[in-house]
């Protein structure tokens, strides 16, 4: 069993569309980490979050450390958010644990 | 060069070969790591370097072997590896251990073994 959980696993949306990406996990955290991969492999860390809410343009995280769940939102979706959405949390400073990812394809 | 660079891209490697992968990052961070990405499968955490100490590893064959001669410099050397290692291996870095800090990821390195 994995530490952490995604859902969906794929998810296609139209543009424009506001798309809602699950993480739970099952281990106490200090910090739990959304990370984009682009087709070729090239990994951006969009949010680190520990509590609460952030958002930064059209993305949006939160957290709920008592149900041990987050959510990544993306408004107003565009074909270049179409990537794969990676969830992982940290336990450790010194450790990881990542979900398999959300693929997400955005058709214009 | 700024963030982080890995070289090479791709590398093709027969069971018998050594070879090494090198990552360099140019963002004064202290820590960095190894991860393994293996197709439909989860990142896999494989070390942590902290100012060039290395404070984890996680279980990985001795056919792979890290160093970290400094703290913009790491390596992953690779000997007698197996099929089932063909996967992206990505070098990142953070400011500190990363569970409190932003990690920066390079490109990837490619490896297939035949």
């Known amino acids: 069993k994995n530490e952490v959980e995604q859902s969906p696993q794929n998810l296609t949306a139209q543009e424009g569309e506001f798309i809602t990406i699950n993480c739970s996990y099952s281990?106490?955290?200090?910090?739990l980490h959304w990370l984009q991969q682009h087709p070729g492999g090239g990994i951006v860390s969009l949010f680190m979050?520990?509590?609460g809410k952030k958002k930064h343009g059209r993305l949006i995280a939160t957290i709920n450390i008592q149900e041990k769940h987050s959510s990544l939102h993306i408004t107003a979706s565009h074909p270049r958010d179409s990537a794969v959405y990676i969830c992982?949390?940290?336990?450790?400073?010194?450790?990881?644990?990542f979900g398999t990812g959300t693929s997400l394809t955005v058709i214009p | 060069e700024t963030g982080v660079t890995q070289t090479p891209r791709h590398l093709v490697m027969g069971m018998t070969n050594k070879k090494s992968l090198k990552c360099e990052q140019h963002?004064?961070?202290?820590?960095m790591y190894w991860y393994k990405q293996s197709a439909k499968k989860p990142l896999e955490l494989m070390f942590v370097?902290?100012?060039?100490?290395?404070?984890e590893n996680n279980s990985v064959p001795s056919r792979f072997s890290p160093e970290c001669p400094n703290s913009s410099h790491l390596f992953l050397h690779l000997h007698t590896l197996q099929p089932e290692d063909s996967a992206l291996y990505l070098c990142?870095?953070?400011?500190?251990?990363?569970?409190?800090?932003?990690?920066?990821f390079g490109p990837g390195t490619r490896l297939t073994v035949t």
């Open positions: 990142a870095s953070s400011q500190g251990l990363a569970g409190a800090y932003e990690q920066y």
């Open positions: 281990v106490g955290i200090s910090a």
């Open positions: 370097y902290n100012f060039k100490e290395q404070t």
């Open positions: 979050l520990s509590s």
């Open positions: 992982a949390v940290s336990p450790t400073g010194n450790q990881f644990y």
């Open positions: 963002l004064g961070h202290n820590a």
